[in-house]
Nanobody, 125 residues
Framework: QVQLVESGGGLVQAGGSLRLSCAAS????????MGWFRQAPGKEREFVAA????????YYANSVKGRFTISGDNAKNTVYLQMDSLKPEDTAVYYC??????????????????WGQGTQVTVSS
């Protein structure tokens, strides 16, 4: 069994920064990529960012491009999300996810094989 555990969420004022971390534990596995999704109350879960260990390519949702930065350590199956210039609309539960079997895309929740429990990010205006 693979577990992903997120940390780093919290309450921050608009314009502030937070750094989320996610680490995998449990059985040994090799992730092809890792990513972050978020879900606000009453809304569907949406893609935020992903990093592919093959070549180190990074992918971002338009809503966070230029403000969020994804990074990680392939060998440790660890991924981070640096969030700057936060806005109230960034308020959501943020989920870490990992791809073990590449499906051809990183933008859908169906592309990911493992998920964390989520960490709350609240941005006050």
């Amino acid at each position: 069994q693979v577990q992903l555990v997120e940390s780093g969420g919290g309450l921050v004022q608009a314009g502030g920064s937070l750094r989320l971390s996610c680490a995998a534990s449990g059985r040994t596995f090799s992730s092809y990529a890792m990513g972050w999704f978020r879900q606000a109350p009453g809304k569907e879960r949406e893609f935020v960012a992903a990093i592919s260990w093959s070549g180190g390519s990074r992918y971002y949702a338009n809503s966070v491009k230029g403000r969020f930065t994804i990074s990680g350590d392939n060998a440790k199956n660890t991924v981070y999300l640096q969030m700057d210039s936060l806005k109230p609309e960034d308020t959501a539960v943020y989920y870490c996810a990992a791809v073990e079997r590449y499906s051809g895309s990183y933008y859908s929740s169906y592309d990911y094989d493992y998920w964390g429990q989520g960490t709350q990010v609240t941005v006050s205006s």
